[in-house]
């Protein structure tokens, strides 16, 4: 009776993902889905790992209960990099 209950409760609950954030490239990765938190935090180390091997800089890591998100991996635009020179002076 108690793997029903727990069978039921993780069908109508929201499963964990591993939130990266990067700088550089500015993106955010989701990575799972994972059935607990425990096995997500598991997880974490590894995609940080393979980030830093591409690269990336300034990562950030968080863990979410949530529905799958839309996408897996967001680029952010990088408002740096769209700014305009303006002289200053004359």
């Not at 793997?3 to 993780?10: C, D, E, I, K, T």
């Not at 929201?14 to 990765?29: D, G, L, M, Q, R």
């Not at 889905?33 to 990562?59: C, H, M, N, S, W």
């Amino acid at each position: 009776m108690k793997n029903f209950f727990s069978g039921l409760f993780s069908f109508f609950s929201n499963p964990w993902w591993v939130k990266i954030t990067t700088a550089e490239p500015s993106c955010v990765y989701y990575f799972g889905p994972f059935d607990d938190e425990t096995e997500a935090t598991r997880a974490k180390p590894g995609y940080v790992e393979d980030l830093q091997k591409e690269g990336a800089l300034q990562i950030q890591t968080s863990l979410h209960n949530i529905p799958e998100p839309t996408e897996l991996t967001v680029e952010l635009e990088n408002t740096a990099s769209r700014s305009t020179m303006v002289p200053v002076g004359s």
